[in-house]
């Protein structure tokens, strides 16, 4: 149970905007995925400008997510015994907007290709929406984040045109396409470069509004392509973990990068960073100064957000867990007895399971068979069985008169809940911690798992 914990740890919490512990606040609330046949993006998006992205990002989180510091707060008087609440750790993945085709740039600028071919832009630079001639989604998006340029292709790749944002309008003429369909490509931050790959794997860069010149042509199969930060670097990433750079001043070939850990599914870029997927799920992060494998957290303190393209939809990863809240009426509750004969607990537990534990080592025990259950009931948050006693839930926080208590579920989170504890004082042996127990006897200490990001420790 524990070994999951140290595997995926628990992150993240400090970014996310806080949710109160009023009823009715959006605890069970979802955003539901949506597929291809929906079209368009919310209304708060509108504006087409960063802040109205950033902004619609943090509304969804805070109507989704908890922050670790609100778990502290207390409800307002009078809900003490009228509600707790289960809070469980997911990857935080808002939808920015349904039907989409292509998309190119991340939370500084971001364009997307929707499928009624319009393209949606949010930058500063004031041009929220162009449309591509003859309709349809743009097979590829050429955008660098808060540039004055963007170069899409057609719906079927085999067209390329380009679009001037400060003026809104698209630049005439096109620029062609020789190897048809484009797979990729992208545009520099500044406007200036546009570099794609065809159907023949040909690797093409130039001016913007062209002509192209052709670099190479790649042995593998193209995932990424995208310029680092300064401009001055096209990178083409390959399945095998190639990785390809061009120095765009006179065009030609760099030193190559080889990321070990392949083959990969798919990769993006931020910053200087490479993130590669394999098809079991493992990333691997690429630092292309250093050009050597680095943290995840090296990675995110580069480029905090990831934007990528999922099921048809846009949606936006901070690349760290979040930790969602439900909430639920009614005080919890714990039906408890005891077979000294077969010396086992019974316990109905909050998520309505019924489940037994040894009272040998205090673990949770399958295929318990007894007839002579006796209901037990707690004191203080202790049941006492035979000689020994048992812990289901541990104090994490006291406030005054008011005491915070927690019980953690295998593969259901954990659930938290206030009660009145007469006397005033404090409790807070280990801030922004939450407990877990392997063994529910009352000696044996709990293992607490940092809400921030860290390590299990005892």
């Not at 504890?421 to 280990?430: L, R, V």
């Amino acid at each position: 149970m524990i070994s999951r914990y140290l595997k995926a740890g628990v992150c993240g919490l400090s970014l996310l905007a806080l949710s109160a512990w009023l009823p009715g606040h959006g605890y069970c609330s979802s955003l539901e995925r949506v597929g291809e046949a929906y079209i368009g993006v919310p209304p708060q998006l509108d504006k087409g400008t960063t802040k109205a992205l950033k902004g619609y990002v943090a509304k969804l989180l805070s109507t989704k997510y908890v922050s670790a510091a609100k778990l502290y707060d207390a409800p307002p008087e009078g809900l003490e015994d009228k509600l707790f609440i289960s809070v469980t750790r997911e990857q935080a993945v808002p939808i920015l907007a349904g039907g989409v085709s292509s998309f190119a740039g991340d939370a500084e600028g971001l364009a997307a290709a929707l499928y009624d071919g319009t393209v949606r832009i949010w930058s500063e630079v004031g041009c929220a929406k162009v449309r591509l001639p003859g309709g349809g989604g743009a097979q590829s998006l050429g955008y660098g984040p808060g540039s004055p340029t963007l170069a899409a292709t057609s719906a079927d790749g085999n067209s390329l045109y380009v679009f001037d944002l400060q003026q809104c309008a698209r630049v005439p003429g096109d620029i062609p396409v020789q190897h048809g369909p484009v797979r990729m490509m992208s545009v520099s931050r500044t406007g200036d470069w546009l570099g794609l790959i065809d159907s023949f794997n040909t690797l093409r860069c130039g001016p913007a509004t062209g002509p192209l010149s052709e670099i190479s042509v790649l042995e593998g199969t193209p995932l990424l392509l995208g310029y680092t930060p300064a401009q001055g670097v096209l990178i083409a990433v390959e399945a095998s973990g190639n990785i390809i750079k061009t120095g765009m001043k006179n065009m030609a070939r760099m030193d190559s990068d080889y990321v070990p850990g392949g083959p990969f599914r798919s990769a993006r870029i931020a910053g200087y960073v490479v993130c590669l997927n394999t098809d079991d799920g493992r990333e691997v992060y690429w630092d292309l100064r250093r050009r050597a494998v680095v943290r995840k957290s090296e990675a995110l303190a580069e480029q905090p957000s990831w934007i990528y393209e999922q099921d048809g939809s846009l949606v936006y990863s901070t690349g760290v867990d979040r930790w969602k809240i439900t909430e639920h009426l009614g005080m919890p509750m714990f039906i408890v007895s005891h077979s000294a004969k077969e010396k086992l607990l019974r316990v109905r537990d909050l998520d309505g399971e019924t489940r037994y534990y040894s009272t040998l080592d205090g673990k949770e025990f399958t295929g318990a068979k007894a007839e002579d259950w006796k209901l037990i009931s707690p004191r203080k948050g202790l049941y006492q069985a035979g000689k020994a006693s048992f812990r289901l839930y541990d104090p994490v926080f006291k406030k005054g008169t008011l005491l915070l208590y927690c019980r953690h579920i295998e593969g259901k989170g954990f659930y938290l809940w206030w009660e009145q504890e007469p006397g005033a004082g404090k409790i807070n042996h280990h801030p922004m911690e939450l407990p877990v127990r392997e063994s529910m006897l009352a000696d044996r200490p709990a293992l607490w798992v940092p809400l921030v990001e860290g390590e299990i420790r005892q």
